[in-house]
């Protein structure tokens, strides 16, 4: 069975073409979603993975309909996979129910993986050169050198409770407890 599934970012936009393209493409019941693609929870779309079955096609007009990363759409036509369905997608002329889409699928897919990666390797290529330079990382602390002695002194010497010293040092007790 075809299903198509349709999406608008808001209630003021109309859904009419894409239900007309989708029809034209054989789709045996539309699902649609007024809803932001952001947004992870779906109702049509939650509801048409959920009637999915084998052998089953979903149909899009536009990939960026299904999902609004190239991310997302690799997660979702993975699901998709996975219940032994294809996925086909009008304007890019993407069907994972053949061999040449398929093909064109997996290097979208392969793109997807080589900028993850670069992110990634980006990332961790700045966060060397920060530590060289002598910064580190995480947030600066609550309290200074001479503040936690002062802690350490009120809660030894003083005997005063941890809640009142935490509000002295507008800390959270957690911190004045942390402090050894």
């Known amino acids: 069975m ?8 808001t209630v003021d936009q109309n859904l009419d073409s894409q239900r007309d393209a989708l029809a034209a493409a054989g789709a045996e019941r539309i699902f649609a979603d007024a809803i932001s693609g952001t947004v992870r929870t779906r109702p049509a779309l939650d509801e048409l993975l959920r009637q999915l079955r084998i052998g089953d096609v979903i149909v899009v007009t536009k ?8 991310k997302d759409l690799l997660e979702l036509v993975d699901q998709i996979k996975a219940r032994g369905a294809g996925f086909r997608s009008l304007a890019e002329d993407i069907d994972t129910t053949t061999p040449a889409g398929r093909l064109i699928f997996h290097v979208f897919a392969s793109i997807a993986q080589f900028e993850r990666e670069r992110i990634s390797e980006r990332t961790r290529e700045g966060l060397a050169a920060a530590r060289k330079r002598g910064r580190v990382g995480g947030r600066p602390p609550a309290l200074s050198s001479a503040q936690r002695v002062e802690v350490k002194r009120m809660r030894d010497e003083e005997q005063r409770p941890l809640p009142e010293i935490a509000q002295l ?12």
């Open 169 to 180: 040092f507008r800390v959270s007790t957690k911190t004045i407890r942390r402090v050894t």
């Open 2 to 9: 075809i299903l198509g599934y349709a999406r608008v970012s």
């Open 63 to 70: 990939y960026d309909r299904l999902a609004r990363s190239l």
